[in-house]
């Protein structure tokens, strides 16, 4: 993405307004309110069944870093294209040895494309994906995110964890946003370490840190 739009790099659901006193009713009201609580109840009870059921039930990788470890949850209900496109370079190493190659205080660390040293030599990747920005996931703190060009749907390895609340990355009118696909759920600590390294240029390339952070290797979780 170009350095112009540098700071422009799960569900929200708004909150129903108070509701006014319920108006009293004789006869037959008071047996269609019960019925109508008791519906809402149920209804209310799946929802919250629903959530426990979907928390916590997502893929688990564990990234290993020169600064730490970092273990994360991946939504591969909300974004299953991701998460294959994800655990496919999981899988095959293709993250070892890479780095974060960008760091930016105050909004990301970005990483999993580059070799370490002077060159910062390319991975190779497989075709670009599909943007799945539409799964209304946000760019929250400790979410991760796909990197991408200009071009919507041309992700394909790098990935990169918000450090803040980044709506400006969120899918909107005349925005089509970057795909959330998962979350840090243990090693924050090590995330907000990384954001503090000192930077600079390395070839074209701004905001490196001066010292490689190395990934040195994603791995799903022991349970996986």
């Known amino acids: 993405?170009?350095?112009?739009?540098?700071d422009r790099i799960h569900k929200a659901t708004t909150p129903p307004s108070q509701p006014a006193a319920p108006p009293s009713f004789s006869g037959v009201g008071p047996l269609?309110?019960?019925?109508?609580?008791?519906?809402v109840a149920v209804l209310g009870g799946g929802?919250?069944?629903?959530?426990?059921?979907?928390?916590?039930s997502g893929p688990v990788v564990v990234i290993e870093t020169s600064a730490g470890t970092i273990r994360a949850e991946l939504f591969e209900a909300d974004a299953p294209i991701t998460v294959k496109?994800?655990?496919?370079?999981?899988?095959?190493?293709?993250?070892?040895?890479?780095?974060?190659?960008?760091?930016?205080?105050?909004?990301?660390?970005?990483?999993g494309?580059?070799?370490?040293g002077?060159?910062?030599?390319?991975?190779?990747?497989y075709a670009p994906i599909r943007n799945e920005s539409y799964n209304g996931l946000r760019n929250e703190r400790g979410t991760l995110a796909m990197a991408r060009t200009n071009d919507p749907d041309s992700a394909t390895a790098q990935f990169y964890i918000n450090l803040v609340d980044n709506k400006s990355?969120?899918?909107g009118r005349g925005n089509p946003g970057y795909a959330v696909f998962g979350k840090v759920i243990e090693g924050m600590d090590v995330v907000d370490k990384i954001a503090r390294v000192e930077i600079g240029r390395r070839g074209p390339h701004d905001d490196v840190p001066r010292e490689d952070i190395i990934i040195k290797s994603i791995r799903r979780a022991a349970s996986e």
């Open 32 to 39: 269609l309110l019960l019925m109508a609580g008791l519906f």
């Open 85 to 111: 496109n994800f655990l496919r370079y999981v899988d095959r190493k293709t993250y070892d040895g890479t780095i974060f190659h960008r760091v930016i205080p105050n909004f990301m660390i970005q990483g």
């Open 118 to 125: 002077e060159e910062m030599k390319e991975r190779p990747t």
């Open 113 to 116: 494309g580059f070799e370490p």
């Open 1 to 6: 993405m170009s350095r112009k739009n540098r």
């Open 169 to 171: 990355l969120d899918r």
């Open 47 to 56: 929802f919250l069944v629903f959530y426990l059921l979907r928390s916590g």
